[in-house]
């Protein structure tokens, strides 16, 4: 079955350090990664994705994300958390052979950053 | 990005009337559209695919007769919740990829009295 998988309900992170959102997938053929940020009662704001290319991804608001084939990740991460980064996080996967476009979202994270 | 709005942003009706709720691509023409609901500090899940010019096609435990979807243009679907129920109580968000990138709408949010 085609699942993404974020192990973690809760990232706590002061202010300033760097963050890691974590992500796996498991999908039949190669997939296209999102990651997308959820205020509260508000839609989801596109972070970045990863299509083809280089592994690295950079994004939105300084985000970037890892593709890691091998170990079928694709974790968020940023180098300097921010207060107004807090907010719901979700990893997502659509599978390339796909004409319909449809997602696979993560159950979603929360980041709290404090001050 | 692209742009997807949804209205009402909010809507608290009595039960066993309908609501309808409206997403449009206001930059882009989109001949899918999709369809979510997210209960609270939850994933989000996928209702339906909003086809232009087709029938909409429903995920399973879906009921289409429940949730009646709409795509009369390529800016436009529409999803009504018929005969709404407190349980239909929710988050609704729509989307839509103009290429490989879905952009969503800012959500609904329908509290069934």
């Known amino acids: 079955a085609q699942s993404v998988a974020q192990p973690e309900d809760q990232v706590n992170v002061a202010e300033g350090n760097p963050l890691t959102v974590k ?3 498991s999908v039949s053929g190669n997939p296209y990664l999102f990651w997308y ?7 989801l704001q596109f972070l970045l994705k990863y299509i083809t290319g280089d592994n690295l991804v ?4 300084g985000f970037e994300a890892e593709f890691n084939k091998s170990q079928t990740s694709f974790h968020l991460k940023k180098p300097s958390a921010l207060v107004s980064d807090s907010a719901l996080y979700f990893c997502a996967v659509r599978i390339r052979s796909s004409n319909t476009g449809k997602l696979i979202f993560g159950q979603g994270t ?4 404090k001050p | 990005g692209a742009v997807v709005s949804q209205h009402p942003s909010r809507v608290i009706c009595k039960s066993g009337t309908s609501v309808k709720i409206e997403c449009r691509s206001l930059d882009f023409q989109a001949t899918t559209m999709f369809w979510y609901r997210q209960f609270p500090k939850k994933s989000l899940m996928l ?3 909003s086809n232009e010019g087709s029938k909409a096609t429903y995920e399973q435990g879906v009921e289409k007769d ?3 979807i709409n795509h009369a243009s390529l800016t436009l679907s529409t999803l009504t919740v018929t005969s709404a129920h407190p349980e239909d109580s929710s ?3 729509c989307s839509a990829p103009p290429v490989d990138t879905q952009y969503f709408g800012p959500g609904t949010r329908l509290t069934v009295l």
């Open chain 1, 23 to 25: 992500c796996t997938y």
């Open chain 1, 37 to 43: 940020v959820q205020y509260p009662n508000r839609g």
């Open chain 1, 58 to 61: 950079k994004g939105s608001y």
């Open chain 1, 110 to 113: 929360t980041l709290q950053v």
């Open chain 2, 47 to 49: 209702m339906a695919t």
């Open chain 2, 66 to 68: 429940k949730f009646l």
């Open chain 2, 91 to 93: 988050f609704y968000i």
